[in-house]
């Protein structure tokens, strides 16, 4: 490699570095996408060096040509990285000074890689959040539209993995949106926290040119500046959070990609997943697969490894920068290039679903469904709830040996079993879907109260400034 290259470090050496130093300190290949960032950092440090007359009129004027000039060639792809360019900043350092010559290498005056890097991995993150925010409601207002389509469809409720009480379907898709919704006020908090300017922090402590960190701020956008220098290049609490947040929202999707794939096995039969996002078996014939679902429940591995990657790369760095740091950005592109591929393809997964309503009626009020609604109309009648579930856990025994559901009981042990309770009234207790419809005093599946919580979650897809 040779001296001009776009290494930005050669002068008190006298040996080239190893080859295979070399080859693990670059980063071109990955950082390059920072590069709208880096040039309008440059272009603010350009500004501000103009200002305090470390560059003349004329220095800037060829100095922003020549940085819009390598923005067009980024954009169209003729930029052009050569061998010796260690990172973005040294190629685009390297690239200035052949558009411009020597007035080029003026412009990193009072200004470090290690300021650099931080504040354009928080301009990217900054833009990268937003599309996500666009993902999350994608999928959000894919549940919400199912929903609205299947809102007071009848559908066991599990736990354990076992039924449970009946729900209704909307009910069950919208806990789905709600666990999004969360996710999304993650996103938008880490990138309020995540909006601070770090220019001006220099390699550690600052820089004796009388550059004005509020005067960065103001040109990139950032909301605030940073209160510590030493803070400033060391800190990647910004990325860890925007991981965190990855990492749980790919939770969310697995978890969601899970249920798909069980409702649309024959055993659940709940759903069929849409062509588009199923795929058939090389040598089965007639298989259907809920691959997309399962892909969205594998990708979450690696959103948890990005996150835990990098807090293993930050436990035990002392202040400030270490080169260490050059490992923060990986996972950040991963987790970002993941969940754009995985947003889309969930919320499209979730459009094709079509349930099977029958099937799911004939579900929800089996497997004792109701016992819990018998034991507290017990409690109406003023049974104590424990002696109400002995009693009533008994009668499932019973009914279970003798292989009949409670509704399907005999009408003398109903009687024998729950002498409170007028036999009259037996037949709507054990009724699923007037089952829902008694839980409309508290969270539960009530058609009408998941027809407003329906409203509440739209009015939050509402886009409010990205
Ligand atoms: N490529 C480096 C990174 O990503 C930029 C900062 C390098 N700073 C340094 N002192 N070597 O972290």
Redesign the pocket.
């Known amino acids: 490699m040779t001296a001009e290259a776009g290494r930005l ?1 050669g002068g008190r050496f006298t040996e080239e570095p190893d080859e295979a130093a070399w080859r693990l300190g670059r ?1 071109v290949h990955f ?1 390059v996408r920072l590069w709208p960032h880096d040039l309008a950092g440059s272009r603010a440090h350009a500004d501000e060096l103009l200002r305090i007359d470390v560059l003349s009129d004329d220095d800037h004027r060829d100095i922003v040509g020549a940085l819009d000039a390598i923005g067009e060639e980024f954009r169209f792809g003729t930029f052009r990285f050569s061998e010796g360019d ?4 040294g190629a685009i350092e390297r690239r200035l000074v052949e558009l411009c010559g020597a007035v080029g290498g003026r412009l990193r005056a009072g200004r ?3 300021d ?2 931080c504040s354009d991995l928080r301009l990217y993150l900054r833009d990268a959040v937003g599309g996500i925010l666009v993902g999350v409601r994608g999928v959000q207002s894919a549940l919400a539209q199912k929903a609205e389509a299947v809102l007071d469809w009848l559908a066991p409720g599990y736990t354990h993995l076992q039924r449970a009480q009946p729900v209704v379907l909307g009910h069950h898709l919208l806990a789905h949106a709600w666990a999004l919704d969360r996710d999304a006020g993650r996103f938008a908090d880490c990138r309020s926290r995540l909006d601070v300017s770090t220019l001006g922090a220099g ?1 550690l402590a600052g820089t004796t040119l009388p550059l004005d960190p509020a005067a960065y701020a103001a040109a990139l956008g950032f909301a605030r500046v940073a209160e510590n220098s030493m803070d400033a290049v060391a800190d990647r609490d910004f990325a860890v959070e925007f991981l965190a947040a990855a990492a749980l929202l790919g939770v969310h999707l697995s978890r969601l990609g899970e249920e798909v794939v069980l409702w649309s096995s024959a055993e659940f039969g709940w759903a069929r997943v849409g062509d588009a996002f199923s795929t058939g078996s090389s040598i089965m014939p007639q298989k259907r697969n809920p691959d997309v679902a399962e892909l969205v429940r594998g990708k979450t591995g690696r959103l948890i490894g990005d996150l835990v990657s990098l807090l293993v790369t930050l436990k035990g760095l002392p202040l400030t ?1 270490n ?1 260490d ?2 490992e ?2 990986e996972p950040v592109f991963d987790a970002v290039d993941t969940l754009a591929l995985a947003l889309p393809a969930m919320a499209g997964t979730v459009a094709s679903l079509v349930f099977d309503r029958d099937r799911l009626a004939a579900t929800a009020a089996g497997g004792f469904a109701l016992a819990t609604d018998v034991a507290e109309a017990l409690v109406r009648a003023g049974v104590p709830f424990r002696t109400a579930h002995e009693r009533v856990g008994a009668l499932v025994s019973d009914c279970e040996r003798a292989g009949v559901e409670l509704a399907a009981a005999a009408p003398d042990v109903l009687r024998a079993a729950l002498p409170e309770l007028d036999a009259g009234a037996l037949p709507g207790l054990l009724d699923p879907q007037s089952a829902v419809a008694r839980r409309a005093a508290t969270l539960g599946p009530d058609p009408a109260r998941v027809q407003a919580q329906l409203d509440r979650l739209r009015r939050r897809l509402v886009p409010r400034g990205g």
């Open positions: 470090w980063s950082d260690e990172d973005l900043h470090s890689r290690n650099q890097i390699a920068y080169r740091l050059q923060d950005k």
